[in-house]
């Protein structure tokens, strides 16, 4: 399907209240859908955490931007020692009744088993903690029992108000749909944000969505075929709040880093899938000119996603 179909239809649900739920239910179609959301989100929680080092014997506060459809990243957090946990999103799209279909699983996937190698809790104590968390009656009762709050919609400040320093800082391709503007912000919060010794460790997904496997599949174009188009273009088509994303490689977040005087640990750029290579002789100038130093062109292609590892150095 070409992806201007698929871009068209968001579009005109990004104009209905409901819209981006209507976009997100198709996924939900999948009778995997929830094992496969709990086992995702569990293990890339995991995964970016041990990206760190980080001692879970004092008592810590932790940041996840981007919430989605699930509290599935935020329990994790919790379960691995967190004493707090903030997430917030710019939609609040959390029901009681998925997240119920969600806790189902915690047993399916050796949840408990998985966390337990990194967790200041006892293998005993995680299962008091799951059980307890599949025992409540709502979301409220759940985040109340794991102290993580949750904040939809929300803006940087509004952060602030419940804590002004953290100890981690974590986002699961969730950037990529922030505009540049708004990530100057947040990289300029997270040096103040980030206690000494803290991490901030971001995974971030580099391509066209509309080259994602799936239904909508534009199965023709390369995964960087939105770097061809000027901005003018490519908003028209997909510059809505569902379609969203900024076109803006691994380059644009190192410069960030550097600019506000961010420690970067490390970045490690990833390949996960096939590849259809991008003629870089097509790309934009509106692209090129995003970026402080005008990057070489096949730069801005190399990862298909990648974590971007940061660490708190401020006294």
Not at 165 to 191: C, G, M, N, R
Not at 192 to 214: E, M, Q, R
Request: charged share 25%.
């Amino acid at each position: 399907m070409d992806w201007r179909i698929k871009a068209f239809i968001q579009k005109i649900l990004s104009v209905t209240r409901l819209g981006d739920k209507m976009n997100h239910s198709i996924i939900t179609l999948n009778k995997n859908y929830n094992i496969n959301l709990v086992t995702y989100q569990s293990y890339e929680s995991l995964r970016k955490f041990q990206h760190s080092s980080i001692d879970l014997s004092k008592d810590l506060i932790a940041l996840e931007i981007g919430t989605g459809y699930s509290l599935i990243s935020a329990i994790t957090l919790s379960l691995l020692g967190f004493n707090k946990v903030l997430t917030v999103d710019i939609t609040r799209d959390i029901t009681f009744g998925s997240l119920k279909k969600q806790m189902k699983h915690f047993d399916d996937i050796q949840f408990v088993k998985k966390i337990l190698t990194d967790s200041k809790y006892s293998h005993s104590e995680l299962n008091e903690k799951v059980a307890l968390i599949k025992s409540v009656a709502s979301i409220d009762e759940l985040l109340n029992l794991l102290n993580i709050v949750y904040i939809a919609p929300y803006k940087l400040d509004d952060i602030e108000k419940h804590a002004t320093h953290f100890d981690y800082i974590t986002s699961q391709v969730v950037l990529e749909h922030i505009s540049p503007s708004i990530l100057e912000a947040l990289f300029k919060k997270t040096k103040n944000w980030l206690s000494k010794g803290g991490y901030c460790v971001h995974t971030i997904n580099f391509i066209d969505h509309f080259a994602n496997p799936g239904v909508f599949q534009d199965k023709s174009i390369s995964e960087f075929n939105f770097l061809k188009y000027s901005d003018r273009y490519w908003n028209f088509w997909a510059g809505n709040s569902i379609a969203y994303t900024n076109r803006l490689s691994y380059l644009f977040y190192l410069e960030l880093c550097i600019k506000y005087n961010i420690e970067i640990v490390d970045f490690i750029g990833e390949n996960y899938s096939d590849r259809v290579e991008q003629n870089h002789s097509l790309i934009h100038k509106d692209v090129i000119k995003k970026y402080n130093k005008p990057p070489k062109r096949n730069q801005l292609t190399d990862f298909q996603r990648g974590t971007l590892i940061l660490k708190g150095s401020k006294e």
